[in-house]
């Protein structure tokens, strides 16, 4: 929506809204909101509000601590859950310096500068349509998730198996209320396990609109007594949780990714975007994977992508193209889980799309065949090369590519690198349960 500051006080004086909630993602892609009473209302419109920046991860300088919120108007929105005390709004803010300059060290902000670029290289919008799964667990008398799941249902069941179809249900109408349009919502194929997809936006928003539909889901969940989890593999030896991107640029004349007359109607463009997708893909693979628990996901065997390769009708691939043309042609990329920051991630496929488009990388061949039949020496003759087996493999190959560097802007992409490999070492000096049930008694 395209409102102004009138239309803002308007909307916020015939709903009694009490309370902003000013909203921004952090390094790691958590939520963070600075809730202040509508009184501040005209200090926000006026870009002066100020917040203490030294306590948020990846903000740490010091010099960084005195920071303002410039409220996007295009995001304000009033949640539709209500309180005694008068409704409450939200707008998602991005981060400034005390000299009016976008603060490098917001996701948000990256991503804004990288779409400039896109735009340089003649684009109007990457489009986005994400595919968030997750899982639903009974919660404790404390509200503290357990292990129980919510049902024993599976894909596409119906009630009675699937009990967590009422919460599913609030879910949908919540998001449609805030103005989402749900295309789908089913249940997944591990019990417990679901996924709603709703319409592509422009990268930014889809973005936006990524960060509302986990805080959404989040607080439903808790009203039916359940504890959603966007963690990609909470229980071994079920599917994990993953969010596909499917992803198209768009110029004047419409999706530059098809055309009518190209080979499966696909543009040169989407051909070098799809290059440098795959040139591209193990070092993007921290950012769109970016906890240790990601790497357990990314296994054979339960439909999550294992090996660098792609198709056009093949489902099990990284990247698939699937098979609408015309305004729908995409690409989808499926590694990505929801840990990953979505503005760091969207950021980083897209740079290493234009990367593509620059340096005119034609991609490997299509895979057609089932790539988890193939043998070491087939895949090597078919140059599939594999996706980072953990975390610290996938910081690796981030380090060591300058286009990522260029991605997330050098202030991001150092707080990352260290931020990530502390969380790595952190995990590797734990000794854990199938280390003592292995060894302890064996020797
Ligand atoms: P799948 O077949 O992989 O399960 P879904 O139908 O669940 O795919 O999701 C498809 C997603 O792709 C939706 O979010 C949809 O809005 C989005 N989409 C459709 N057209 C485009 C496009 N041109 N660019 C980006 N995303 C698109
Ligand atoms: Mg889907
Ligand atoms: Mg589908
Ligand atoms: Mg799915
Ligand atoms: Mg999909």
Redo the contacts with the bound molecule.
Sequence with gaps: HDYSKDDIRQMAKDEDVQFLRLMFTDLFGTIKNVEVPISQLEKLLDNKLMFDGSSIDGFVRIEESDMYLYPDLSTWMIFPWSSDRGKIARVICEVYTPDNKPFEGDPRNNLIRVLGDMRKAGFTDF?????PEFFLFKMDDKGKPTMDLNDQGSYFDMAPMDLGENCRREIVLTLEDMGFDV??AHHEVAPGQH?I????ADALHAADNIQTFKLVVKTVARKFGLYATFMPKPLTGINGSGM?L???LFHDKG?AFYDEKGDLQLSQTAYYFLGGLLKHARSFTAICNPTVNSYKRLVPGYEAPVYVAWSGSNRSPLIRV?S?RG????L?LRSVDPTANPYLAIAAVLEAGLDGLNNKMVPEESVDRNIYRMDDKERRESHITNLPDTLHNALKDLSADEVMRKAMGPHLYASFIEAKNLEYDAYRTQVSKWERDQYLEQY
Excluded at 127 to 131: K, V
Excluded at 197 to 200: L, M
Excluded at 327 to 330: A, G, N, V
């Design positions: 489009n986005i349509g994400p595919e295309e789908a996924e997809d709703f319409k592509y596909h499917n992803m198209s999706n699937p609408s305004l729908s042609t995409r989808e």
